[in-house]
């Protein structure tokens, strides 16, 4: 039985006098039952049905969990309010607190809150999934500032917050309305060119940022125009003021009156559950319980016990211990109490900086710099010190420096006993620190510094927020002036990530005391580090060489440094040159800022006009359901995988005893219990449901578990002990291509002249041969794949709803493995959270699993994959490896390519042969190439089978064409643009499969993108930036992109619809497509409303369902839009035709007068349409045809700024243009294309997949590494480039598809290599300063690590050659 007690009563522990602990939620009152100290926040809420607040990650890293909690502070004697992650956070340790959620701010029946509204109405909500947690993030700033907040404090309040489809922008743009009002705000910077800025909002009549760029409307009269009637901006004062303040749910009366009481509760499996309020109480416990886990917010320790299944027996809760909470500034420095936050420390720091004298705080500022990067809001609002510490983790950003600073700590043992322990002294090995089991930290002391004593901190990491560190160090000298001469007194360096702790290198602390702070120091200096910080060839974590030269980096920016603090007393030899001050810089990373330049032209009622995504209201509420979210039926059983934990092996046992027996467990289901057909997938049947015999991945489905919880089905998982006998793995394309693995009848070659006879003649003043290599990306949507799957009369029947791009695959694997006809299962999707292509046949075997142990029990299943087994098993973009020699004359026109092209399929075909197709279709871009030879092939490896992904290939295919028109540049000495622009395919020109160009604007977009950019200004400015920065350098480049629209199987180009009209003249629309966030259903809506020529409001669409629409392609390939609303035009158009006679007869009042005159004439208001793309087709025996039906063309400019010492990266500016015809909204095409970019960005320059293969031996073969946000960084909102336009090319119309718009999901996807390219242009500026002029390979993704080896320098030498070429799994 669980207690709760008044700390005055309380006399031991276990006599506690029983009150009820309570929590409120969104205003009301809630009784904690006992028994559910296991239960996250997260899972607790979702139970009471509070299913606005999702799980993305359950790891801390995505923030779609975001939760407001407040609470009274009895010190302050204030309400704090905080952002926090609830995946996190232990259920018990918000007792006494009030948690809002998205459903307590705002919904729609009573209103939306004004920041929901201007998040859905500046079109911040694709998919939705990411988005209430966004919302909670800026609640909780706007609750916790007392002042408006700065643009930086909202920036910085949303880095713990991920959203892959929308690029940021427009939710930058929404929450900044709410943003300190300055004169920069209402001078129109917020979403404009600076230079720009003159612009008055239509509808409020300030300046604002809300149209500006909006210009040409055909149509203004109609449309109201711009945001007057879709974008009103709100102001900040909307929030402040009593309109709102009323609704805004205050803290409850009864929490401010109530005192804090000790806890001591339990969960499941015997877990106990404790929360002093006095350090003796937690030293009682700790006497009684020697091996319990302290705990503060929880981020390591649910990290443990739910992602790494640690068991700890007893939890104490110590973070509202008022010793642990102390934060003294005292005379000789700051007294930190272990429980102390984050979030706290920093703002504790600042006020030290205002304190105390500034040569004491050089400590203080590292530490508050350093917190700046230190993972998001949510994770310092919880984080304490003392975890930090405790945790004792080898890249811990603040461990480096409490050593470097002289911090010490304050312990205690149970008894009470007190010392001191040296911060240096205090870390001892991996994850292990200087703490008995009967000992806890009490608190941190660290030193003010001495006059002339100088701290500094350094981090490197993937990515610049909310990441963790690659390497990082504390470094602190003392110097005293001796004989006019800066010599050193005392020092401490100190890394991270170069050892299992945190490391002091020691000699070469040693060697800098007593010496002058000059050149000689810093030669001396780096060469006893070399030998100090010794990291093995097979160090952990690998980057080997990366992190050999950080270390060296770091010191000499530390140099450099320190000699600026002392500048003006060195002498003048000593002093650093101009340049080299570029080491040291610190960036200013200004706030985002975009504009959007597009035409109006509104068709009918709604077509072309920027009407904000269907679904928006319902997401920014949180109301918006999801399959994980959809309530399950009495009798519902959870499921989890048995999986592979070899890459190749023979089954030789499989003993699930222990799983049976396992609580909770309902069955457990492995191939010989599938009732029908075995093979799946969805070109060829070369997939095992369950693997049998032989497991081919690391991650294959061997088994399910089916159990009464997630947790228990997982637990019963992780059970089943399989005895394997291991067989030879091919990890690689090279390991494949050595050892001839492809899938079978994938050979493809495509022709175009006689590339031998070119090569053989001496038509080519020039041949090149090169590889090119391309890592692959994980789709990361923020929804995991979800199905919730149940039969119907006793079987006779199967239904399932499923988070999918094509529910028709899910009704077919379904109905295969079960034996049953497809018109008996049924699969609907409402919508899902994200999608990007690895919803397309990767989701579906899920579903056919979970319908096994479904039909076997009769009983609902749902299965939802943890965002690690969902990254581990369900297949990325295809590695890519290219192989080419090319032909040029010596001005860089190109004439032959003779390309061989691998790409890495995984374990079985899935879709990888159309992905290579697509990739050799697109292997030329945008360019002439007279004679062209493309071989391809798919290698089968043994890893978890790719899949599609936004760009199906193209993509890959065009950066491996890029890739040799920038070397032509380098051969020949000209522009990369020079080059581009002598090769453009002309109109008429003949492609290499035989089609025809077709009305190409690839010029047009190209010379306005160069004349809105100014490229030959900006290379000039970038020239002399280079010349006047050693250390930073920077590149431009502008790359152009032709994608080709139409999936290349041509049956799949057929779309049906469903329209239905109601005697209230509302309509039902249902398609063949899914709604992922792209809008689809809203531009399916607007060419439905104007096709009646009713209001856009009169249209629905529900779901996608396959009892509705039957066969229907998977919703990709970009051209949903084009072939479901041809289809839905063709149905309504038929119902106008049925309904014409009588139109024509009498005048009606509306639509729905007419509408029910039909109705009583007995006309049928119901259709279903259907739509084939035309005029398409290839065939492959010859190698030529038309697979596409247009191109869609675009080009973008990209600048970027590169650290060469440490390989950090920013983009200064990205401009994209794109041909969309006339576009069917043009504000959901400009979601497309900056979401589409800021997702490219993240495949060329952050996002790395690192499997256990050759190139990672530290990994165990097969495995994924990087398989959550912890180690997989997609791009966070500081990624963004600073300067973001996007405008879409004016007077263009397409008239090959539907009202005369172009696709739009895939094509800018490419545009991104811009910052790709950008960076080695910027890397080539690097090289040539230490006389690098060659060419060089350079692989995708341009990570930190390839950017800073590539450039070489004194720093790199010692470790390996100018030609030195990271690893990476391909
Ligand atoms: C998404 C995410 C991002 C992160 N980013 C970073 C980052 O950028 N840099 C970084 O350095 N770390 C990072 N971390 C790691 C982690 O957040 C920090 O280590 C944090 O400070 C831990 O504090 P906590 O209060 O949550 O620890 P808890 O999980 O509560 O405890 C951690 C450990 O400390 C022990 N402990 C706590 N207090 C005491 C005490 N008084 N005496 C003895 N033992 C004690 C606990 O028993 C436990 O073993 C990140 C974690 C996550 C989940
Ligand atoms: S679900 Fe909590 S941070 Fe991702
Ligand atoms: S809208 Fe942000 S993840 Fe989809």
Known sequence: MGSMMAESDMKTLEESKPKEPILYVNGVRRILPDGLAHLTLLEYLRDIGLTGTKLGCGEGGCGACTVMISYFDQNSKKCVHLAINACLAPLYSVEGMHVITVEGIGNRRYGLHPIQESLAKSHGSQCGFCTPGFIMSMYALLRSSEIPPTKEDIEESLSGNLCRCTGYRPIVDAFRVFARTDDTLYTNTSSSDLSDANFTCPSTGKPCSCGMSIRNDKDTSQNGICHSNNLKPISFSDIDGAAFTDKELIFPPELLMRTLTTLSLEGANGLKWYRPLKLQHVLDIKARYPHAKLLVGSTEVSIETRLKS?????????????????????????????????????????????????????????????????????????????????????????????????????????????????????????????????????????????????????????????????????????????????????????????????????????????????????????????????????????????????????????????????????????????????????????????????????????????????????????????????????????????????????????????????????????????????????????????????????????????????????????????????????????????????????????????????FSSDQCDKIVEGKVQIGGQEHFYLEPNSTLIWTSDAGNEVHMISSTQCPEKHQKYVARVLGLPMSKVVCKTKRLGGGFGGKETRSAFLAAIAAIPSYLLNRPVKITLDRDVDMMITGQRHSFLGMYKVGFTNDGKVLALDLEIYNNAGNSLDLSLPVLERAMFHSDNVYEIPNVRIKGKVCFTNFPSNTAFRGFGGPQGMLITENWIQRISMEVNRTPEEIREINFQKEGSVLHYGQRIEQSTVERLWNELKMSTDILHARKEVELFNLQNRWRKRGIAIVPTKFGISFTAKFMNQAGALVHVYTDGTVLVTHGGTEMGQGLHTKIAQIAASSFNIPLSSVFISETSTDKVPNASPTAASASSDIYGAAVLDACEQIKARMQPLASQHKFGSFTELVKACYMERINLSANGFYKTPDIGFDWTTGKGSPFRYFTYGAAYAEVEIDTLTGDFHTRRADVILDLGISLNPALDVGQIEGAFVQGLGWVALEELKWGDAAHRWIPAGCLYTSGPGNYKIPSINDVPFKFNISLLKDAPNDKAIHSSKAVGEPPFFLASSVFFAIKDAIIAARAEVGLTEWFPFDNPATPERIRMACVDEFTKPFCDADFRPKLSV
């Open 310 to 758: 640690f068991h700890y027996p007893v939890l104490i809760h110590v973070a509202q211990v008022p010793e642990l909470n102390q934060l003294t500034i005292k005379d000789e420095g700051l007294e930190i109490g272990a429980s102390v936050k984050l979030s706290e420390l920093a703002k504790t720091l600042k006020v030290a900086l205002d304190q105390r004298a500034s040569f004491q705080t050089s400590s203080c500022r590292s530490i508050l710099e350093q917190l700046r990067w230190f993972a998001g809001a949510q994770i310092r609002n919880v984080a304490s010190v003392g975890g930090n510490i405790c945790t004792g983790s080898p890249i811990s950003d603040l461990n480096p420096l409490w050593m470097a600073a002289g911090a010490s700590f304050e312990i205690s043992d149970c008894r009470g006993n007190r010392r001191t322990c040296a911060a240096v002294n205090f870390f001892l090995g991996y994850r292990k620190v200087d703490l008995a089991s009967d000992e806890i930290l009490v608190s941190v002391f660290l030193p003010w510094n001495q006059p002339y004593e100088f701290v500094k901190e350094f981090k490197q990491a993937h990515r610049r927020d909310d990441d963790i560190a690659i390497v990082n160090s504390g470094m602190r000298v003392r110097l005293e002036e001796k004989n006019d001469k800066w010599v050193v007194s005392d020092a401490s360096i100190v890394y991270g990530g170069v050892a299992p702790y945190s490391i002091s290198a020691k000699e070469t602390s040693e060697f800098l005391i007593g010496k002058c702070w000059n050149k000689e120091l810093l030669q001396g200096a780096l060469k006893v580090l070399q030998k100090d910080i010794l990291l093995k060839e097979d160090a952990p974590g690998g980057m080997v060489e990366f992190r050999r030269s950080l270390i060296l980096s770091f010191f000499f920016k530390f140099f450099l440094w320190i000699c600026q603090q002392v500048d003006e007393h060195m002498s003048s030899d000593e002093k650093v040159p101009a340049s080299h001050l570029s080491a040291i810089k610190s960036i200013h990373y200004p706030s985002v800022m975009g504009t959007q330049d597009y035409d109006i032209v509104k068709r009918g009622s709604a077509v072309g006009v920027p009407e904000m995504h269907l679904s928006a209201k319902l997401q920014v509420t949180g109301e918006a359901e999801y399959t994980d979210d959809v309530p399950m039926p009495p009798n519902s059983l959870h499921a989890a995988l048995v999986l592979s934990k070899k890459p190749h092996a023979r089954i030789l046992k499989i003993d699930d005893e222990a799983a049976r027996s396992s609580p909770g467990v309902a069955g457990i289901f492995f191939s010989k219990d599938i009732p029908g057909e075995h093979m799946i997938g969805p070109t060829i049947l070369d997939e095992e449901l369950f693997a049998s015999e032989i497991v081919t991945c690391v991650g294959q489905v061997i088994g399910v578990v089916v159990a009464d919880t997630h947790e228990n089905a997982k637990l019963a998982a992780r059970k089943v002990n399989i005895q394997y006998e291991e067989l030879q793995a091919v990890l690689s394309i090279e390991d494949a291509l050595k050892s001839n693995s492809f899938h079978p009848n994938t050979e493809r070659c495509l022709v175009k002249g006689d590339v031998e006879h070119c």
